[in-house]
């Protein structure tokens, strides 16, 4: 695997680039079939209902069952009826306020412009991904309905239609996810990781038997290092899982992309020594161990090498690396099975999913998205007006089917962008218009020809982040202009017209969103993980609040949060390596560096979960007077070794604290306490008391040194 590392960490100026990348995007993998094949299939039975049935508006339908997330079917299926009052909610917004402001331009206009800001808002705010995105498409669609100067009647009905096309998207969608869907909860998650976590294991071995590893097995060690993590972080954060289950799996899917970049940049070794393929060979089980207690819902019990720590392998320097990466990843699975020893009753424990994001109204995030996708908006729908060139409305759907993507760096969102508006309108959806269609006199005809479109453009969508929306462009810009009328379309203008349309709300959106309010991918990426480290720190110190439901509801808002941080800068960290320019070397140094931090980052904060309980005093968890000193003592203390963490990456001076000496005097009274009242009952519970603040201190001063030899 000599040539596996410069494929990884570096890209050649070449084509030969752009074809090795294309191959590793597009290559079959574990359920892209299964996955494509569903979404075909809806999409198609959307249309083809559509058609017979002479419903307008199919194109909401079927760009609705194509981009709905369906990577978790239960959490799919769980949200039906979510999206399907959403729906009804937007047609009863549109047409009750609407009523209000009809008459009046100035009010008309202002409405128009606050329902994109609706929209918009409800794409950040609402947990439930399928329905946020059907209730924005809803409103992005239907307004522009009530600017033709037609009747109220015809504008009413036409309204319905719309509530209609996007209730049988809906209903067709969760149908096709009911015949295909998993029984367990998590499998779509589990399976990706164990897929990796196989791959590595593979590849070790052929290292512990002393050979090269065979081409499938780096090739597949290749693809998931380009592929990385982004597609089960999205998984789980749109999942309806519990918050507990979202915090353990983050950090091992953080974990585990680290292990596969890892093993996608080890060299292939001339010759090992026994000692050498030994040490291997126990990392290589310890691998398949975590596998195996991940697939059946176990806690892995990794063997312990009896190889000292002067014969690690030398040959291999990142074998090093890779088992202080497997140790953590047992950390957090033991961890978190710990915690639940003492888990609090069903009345303390996590609360419900709830319909917003817990910091919806508390977040200035979220209203700056939305005031941004507004202003993208409101611009194409005043500018379109002004000109009088209706035919261009598209824009405004393109602005909102554009939010809806989470991909990297603002060059390859506009890159991804165009070429897939011009390939799916202009070559696939104009060409057909000309070459193909007029050969077509038959449903039948066409049903063949959009399955074959929608195959290809869902390929590409299931790619990674870094290739998807180019799939979601062709998909868009296809049914955009073949499905918006029940026979074939023969002129070109309005296939012209709706293309331009898309093209200039992609050009609105890259001027607001990327220009006018964009950062690089490395500064977003160093936002997020400072934000996270500040949020841990202020997570350290609660509760501040005696009231229970208060501090709970506070506790939860801040592990949404600091989720929240940790997704966005593993998400920047996948855009910095697709970005050029003088100073790519060192932004790529730096996603190495947070790259490296993030997974233990996240471990340090699966253990602050844990002792929030203790902090809080409850049932089961309260600690005596002087214990409890002592453990804020050591949350103080925590807290300012982690805002002195960020203030070194910032660049500002940073003091040392006391945080070892504050661990010692926890155990100190700890210690007193057993010693004037032994209470063997007790003992256990102390000890896991204990061995939390150890890793945790363990875990921060580790990072306090990699950070300041690094910065």
Same mark, same amino acid.
């Given at each position: 695997?000599?040539?596996?590392?410069?494929?990884?960490?570096?890209?050649?100026?070449?084509?030969?680039?752009?074809?090795?990348?294309?191959?590793?995007?597009?290559?079959?993998?574990?359920?892209?079939?299964?996955?494509?094949?569903?979404?075909?299939?809806?999409?198609?039975?959307?249309?083809?209902?559509?058609?017979?049935?002479?419903?307008?508006?199919?194109?909401?339908?079927?760009?609705?069952?194509?981009?709905?997330?369906?990577?978790?079917?239960?959490?799919?299926?769980?949200?039906?009826?979510?999206?399907?009052?959403?729906?009804?909610?937007?047609?009863?917004?549109?047409?009750?306020?609407?009523?209000?402001?009809?008459?009046?331009?100035?009010?008309?206009?202002?409405?128009?412009?606050?329902?994109?800001?609706?929209?918009?808002?409800?794409?950040?705010?609402?947990?439930?991904?399928?329905?946020?995105?059907?209730?924005?498409?809803?409103?992005?669609?239907?307004?522009?309905?009530?600017?033709?100067?037609?009747?109220?009647?015809?504008?009413?009905?036409?309204?319905?239609?719309?509530?209609?096309?996007?209730?049988?998207?809906?209903?067709?969608?969760?149908?096709?996810?009911?015949?295909?869907?998993?029984?367990? *909860?998590?499998?779509?998650?589990?399976?990706?990781?164990?897929?990796?976590?196989?791959?590595?294991?593979?590849?070790?071995?052929?290292?512990?038997?002393?050979?090269?590893?065979?081409?499938?097995?780096?090739?597949?060690?290749?693809?998931?290092?380009?592929?990385?993590?982004?597609?089960?972080?999205?998984?789980?954060?749109?999942?309806?899982?519990?918050?507990?289950?979202?915090?353990?799996?983050?950090?091992?899917?953080?974990?585990?992309?680290?292990? #596969?970049?890892?093993?996608?940049?080890?060299?292939?070794?001339?010759?090992?020594?026994?000692?050498?393929?030994?040490?291997?060979?126990?990392?290589?089980?310890?691998?398949?161990?975590?596998?195996?207690?991940?697939?059946?819902?176990?806690?892995?019990?990794?063997?312990?090498?009896?190889?000292?720590?002067?014969?690690?392998?030398?040959?291999?320097?990142?074998?090093?690396?890779?088992?202080?990466?497997?140790?953590?990843?047992?950390?957090?699975?033991?961890?978190?099975?710990?915690?639940?020893?003492?888990?609090?009753?069903?009345?303390?424990?996590?609360?419900?999913?709830?319909?917003? #994001?817990?910091?919806?109204?508390?977040?200035?995030?979220?209203?700056?998205?939305?005031?941004?996708?507004?202003?993208?908006?409101?611009?194409?729908?005043?500018?379109?007006?002004?000109?009088?060139?209706?035919?261009?409305?598209?824009?405004?759907?393109?602005?909102?089917?554009?939010?809806?993507?989470?991909?990297?760096?603002?060059?390859?969102?506009?890159?991804?962008?165009?070429?897939?508006?011009?390939?799916?309108?202009?070559?696939?959806?104009?060409?057909?218009?000309?070459?193909?269609?007029?050969?077509?006199?038959?449903?039948?005809?066409?049903?063949?020809?959009?399955?074959?479109?929608?195959?290809?453009?869902?390929?590409?969508?299931?790619?990674?982040?870094?290739?998807?929306?180019?799939?979601?462009?062709?998909?868009?810009?296809?049914?955009?202009?073949?499905?918006?009328?029940?026979?074939?379309?023969?002129?070109?203008?309005?296939?012209?017209?709706?293309?331009?349309?898309?093209?200039?709300?992609?050009?609105?959106?890259?001027?607001?969103?990327?220009?006018?309010?964009?950062?690089?991918?490395?500064?977003?990426?160093?936002?997020?993980?400072?934000?996270? #480290?500040?949020?841990?720190?202020?997570?350290?110190?609660?509760?501040?609040?005696?009231?229970?439901?208060?501090?709970?509801?506070?506790?939860?808002?801040?592990?949404?949060?600091?989720?929240?941080?940790?997704?966005?800068?593993?998400?920047?960290?996948?855009?910095?390596?697709?970005?050029?320019?003088?100073?790519?070397?060192?932004?790529?140094?730096?996603?190495?560096?947070?790259?490296?931090?993030?997974?233990?980052?996240?471990?340090?904060?699966?253990?602050?979960?844990?002792?929030?309980?203790?902090?809080?005093?409850?049932?089961?968890?309260?600690?005596?007077?002087?214990?409890?000193?002592?453990?804020?003592?050591?949350?103080?203390?925590?807290?300012?070794?982690?805002?002195?963490?960020?203030?070194?990456?910032?660049?500002?001076?940073?003091?040392?604290?006391?945080?070892?000496?504050?661990?010692?005097?926890?155990?100190?009274?700890?210690?007193?306490?057993?010693?004037?009242? *032994?209470?063997?009952?007790?003992?256990?519970?102390?000890?896991?008391?204990?061995?939390?603040?150890?890793?945790?201190?363990?875990?921060?001063?580790?990072?306090?040194?990699?950070?300041?030899?690094?910065?």
């Amino acid at each position: 695997m000599a040539t596996t590392a410069q494929s990884v960490s570096a890209m050649p100026s070449s084509l030969s680039w752009l074809e090795q990348f294309l191959k590793d995007e597009l290559s079959p993998y574990p359920g892209r079939t299964a996955l494509v094949a569903r979404m075909v299939i809806a999409a198609t039975l959307v249309m083809v209902t559509c058609m017979v049935f002479r419903i307008p508006y199919a194109f909401q339908g079927a760009i609705y069952a194509l981009i709905v997330s369906r990577e978790s079917s239960q959490a799919t299926l769980k949200s039906a009826a979510s999206i399907l009052a959403l729906t009804g909610i937007g047609g009863v917004y549109l047409l009750v306020s609407a009523r209000f402001v009809i008459s009046i331009p100035t009010l008309h206009l202002l409405w128009a412009i606050a329902s994109f800001f609706l929209g918009f808002y409800a794409i950040s705010t609402i947990n439930n991904f399928g329905a946020s995105s059907t209730f924005a498409i809803m409103l992005c669609v239907g307004v522009p309905l009530w600017d033709r100067h037609v009747s109220a009647g015809t504008n009413v009905e036409d309204t319905l239609w719309l509530c209609l096309a996007s209730a049988i998207g809906v209903v067709v969608t969760v149908g096709v996810e009911i015949l295909f869907s998993r029984i367990k *909860p998590g499998e779509d998650i589990v399976a990706g990781v164990a897929d990796r976590l196989a791959t590595v294991e593979n590849l070790l071995m052929s290292f512990a038997n002393d050979c090269a590893a065979d081409r499938p097995t780096q090739t597949n060690v290749v693809r998931l290092a380009m592929v990385g993590t982004s597609m089960l972080r999205r998984i789980l954060q749109r999942s309806a899982y519990a918050p507990n289950y979202v915090e353990q799996m983050g950090a091992v899917i953080a974990l585990t992309g680290r292990l #596969v970049d890892l093993a996608a940049n080890l060299t292939s070794p001339s010759h090992l020594s026994g000692d050498d393929r030994e040490q291997i060979h126990l990392l290589a089980e310890n691998v398949g161990t975590i596998r195996s207690a991940l697939l059946a819902e176990g806690t892995p019990l990794l063997n312990a090498s009896h190889v000292t720590q002067g014969n690690v392998p030398h040959t291999i320097p990142l074998v090093t690396e890779m088992e202080k990466t497997v140790e953590l990843m047992k950390e957090v699975l033991i961890g978190s099975q710990s915690f639940g020893v003492f888990a609090p009753q069903p009345s303390t424990g996590d609360p419900q999913p709830s319909f917003f #994001v817990r910091d919806a109204f508390t977040n200035v995030k979220h209203i700056q998205f939305a005031l941004k996708g507004c202003l993208t908006a409101g611009l194409c729908y005043i500018i379109y007006n002004g000109v009088d060139w209706p035919g261009i409305s598209t824009a405004v759907t393109t602005c909102f089917l554009t939010a809806l993507s989470t991909v990297g760096s603002s060059r390859q969102k506009q890159v991804l962008r165009i070429s897939g508006a011009v390939v799916g309108g202009f070559l696939i959806g104009m060409g057909s218009q000309v070459f193909i269609l007029p050969c077509l006199d038959s449903i039948a005809g066409f049903t063949i020809l959009f399955v074959f479109v929608t195959a290809f453009a869902s390929w590409f969508m299931t790619s990674s982040p870094r290739l998807s929306y180019f799939g979601v462009q062709i998909a868009v810009a296809f049914c955009l202009i073949h499905l918006n009328s029940f026979a074939i379309e023969p002129s070109l203008s309005i296939a012209r017209d709706r293309v331009v349309g898309i093209l200039f709300g992609l050009i609105m959106m890259w001027l607001v969103f990327d220009q006018l309010w964009g950062a690089s991918a490395v500064s977003d990426m160093k936002s997020a993980f400072l934000s996270a #480290v500040r949020l841990l720190a202020q997570f350290a110190r609660e509760p501040i609040s005696m009231d229970y439901n208060v501090a709970a509801e506070r506790s939860y808002s801040l592990r949404e949060a600091i989720n929240n941080n940790f997704d966005s800068a593993r998400a920047a960290a996948d855009g910095v390596f697709l970005e050029f320019g003088p100073s790519r070397q060192q932004d790529l140094a730096w996603r190495s560096k947070f790259r490296q931090w993030q997974p233990q980052l996240r471990l340090l904060f699966v253990a602050e979960i844990a002792l929030w309980k203790y902090r809080a005093r409850l049932p089961g968890f309260a600690l005596p007077d002087s214990v409890g000193a002592a453990q804020r003592a050591f949350d103080d203390e925590l807290a300012r070794a982690l805002e002195a963490i960020a203030d070194r990456i910032e660049g500002r001076p940073s003091q040392a604290g006391l945080f070892e000496e504050s661990l010692a005097r926890l155990e100190r009274a700890v210690s007193a306490y057993e010693g004037s009242e *032994p209470q063997p009952a007790t003992a256990d519970r102390f000890q896991a008391f204990l061995s939390l603040h150890r890793r945790i201190e363990t875990l921060t001063t580790s990072l306090q040194k990699e950070i300041g030899n690094a910065v």
